[in-house]
């Protein structure tokens, strides 16, 4: 099951709440404790109340990515594709997310201060 699209009234699976919840963090930490805020305030001022989508729920954090590079905009692409729409099966898998933030497991996402791998 993909994280971003839980089947119909089945919030059951622990990937509904753990994997998203796991990726928020890593998220945090690619971005950093202060544009991980300042984005969750945007996406409270533009949505809040009302439905988002995965592409604009994206969109808010590609705009608060530390290091704007074409590299570090691709590379939060591919996070975000491993994180929530690629289905592996539960325990991990060989689809299993990779791309972590700073300090996390995993190879991360920076290979040097403000370069992305």
């Known amino acids: 099951m993909q ?12 990937d509904t709440y ?6 928020y ?3 945090r930490q690619i971005l950093g404790p202060g544009n991980f805020n ?6 409270q001022r533009a949505y809040g109340g009302a439905s988002i989508s995965e592409a604009q729920l994206e969109a ?5 990515l530390p290091v ?5 905009q691709a590379r939060l692409s591919q996070f975000f594709s491993q994180w929530f729409d690629t289905a ?3 325990g991990g898998g060989a689809n299993r997310p990779m791309i972590t933030g700073p300090g996390l ?7 040097a201060p403000g370069v992305c791998r």
């Open 38 to 43: 300042r984005a969750l305030r945007q996406l």
């Open 68 to 72: 704007r590079s074409a590299s570090c």
């Open 60 to 64: 808010v954090f590609h705009r608060w």
């Open 3 to 14: 994280p971003g699209t839980p089947p119909p009234h089945n919030y059951e699976t622990s």
């Open 25 to 27: 963090i890593a998220l």
């Open 18 to 23: 753990n994997r998203p919840g796991a990726a």
């Open 105 to 111: 497991a995993g190879p991360g996402f920076y290979s």
């Open 88 to 90: 592996y099966p539960s």
